[in-house]
């Protein structure tokens, strides 16, 4: 079994979740199961917007430093433990059936609701930009997403005052993953930005890449990128979106919490516990690069975390 051979991202059998930290997560996947939120949408007959909606004109306030990956690299190196622990999960996530697909936004909103992603899309629109996306695991990629800013997401969705994070959840499919398969992984894949991260320009929701739809290694039909983050933070086929007072407890915190903390800003400085931050490796190149804090978005994002000196920023 891929599980048993441990890479650097993956983390050793004997650091699985404790129980109790599973056990509260079915609960609340229990809690969140009861939840049904009103749909604001479901009476509007759309047509589909599919694949008509690409390619997206590019935002040009979006430039790269280095050449876009090919897709023949950045699509045959993927993280999606809900098809696997190895890199080549593009097979398997051709199970993942993302047509219909429904997103739920609940929690602390004036209404909650639940939208299809082509209605999304229809009411967003949607744009490309080019990003650079650094994993944990110090490899790199810049990748043209298309999508719509988070922020528009947040305006729509209409937060209330109590609410201090934003938490994304991923499907839940044991049948359709096999990955969710392994109970001491603390299913669904959970994660979270303070609302003030979602709010930030550069916190996108991607629903295409390469100018078309998203294809379902990457996270079809719907995930997010946080570049100025780890890469496990962007988290992928999402069915909910909710508005929260408490900090999420992420998956990957859930697992490991030394090594995978809330914040996961990117930051040369800082290393991994296990392997050093300072240098990435370009996906399709022989190059290490080296890596910029926040990687390379500090202008746009450094002030969120003023006054959170205390945080762990940067694990
Ligand atoms: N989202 C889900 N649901 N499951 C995952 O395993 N992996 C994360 C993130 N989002 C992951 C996920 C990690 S570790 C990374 S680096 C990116 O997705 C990888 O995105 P990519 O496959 O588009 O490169």
Known sequence: MHIKRQRGWEIPEHLATPEAAFLSRRSLLGAAAGLMAASAFGDRAFA?????????????????????????????????????????????????????????????????????????????????????????????MAVPWTGFPLSKLVALAKPTSGAKYVQFQTFLDKAMAPGQRQFFYPWPYIEGLTLAEAGNDLAFLVTGVYGKPLPNQFGAPIRLAVPWKYGFKSAKSLVKVSFVAERPKTFWEGLQAAEYGFWANVNPAVSHPRWSQASERVLGTDQRVPTLIYNGYGEQVAGLYKGLEKERLFV
Not at 63 to 89: A, H, M
Not at 91 to 120: M, R, Y
């Open 48 to 140: 589909a917007a599919g694949s008509g909606a690409y390619p997206a004109a590019q935002n040009a306030a979006y430039t790269l430093d280095r050449p876009v990956t090919p897709e023949r690299y950045s699509g045959d190196y993927n993280n999606f433990y809900e098809f696997g622990t190895s890199k080549t999960v593009l097979p398997a996530a051709n199970a993942l059936k993302t047509d219909p697909w429904t997103i739920k936004i609940d929690g602390l909103v004036e209404k909650p609701f639940e939208i299809g992603v082509e209605d999304l899309v229809r009411t967003m629109g949607l744009e490309e930009r080019l990003y650079r996306h650094r994993c944990v695991e110090a490899w790199s």
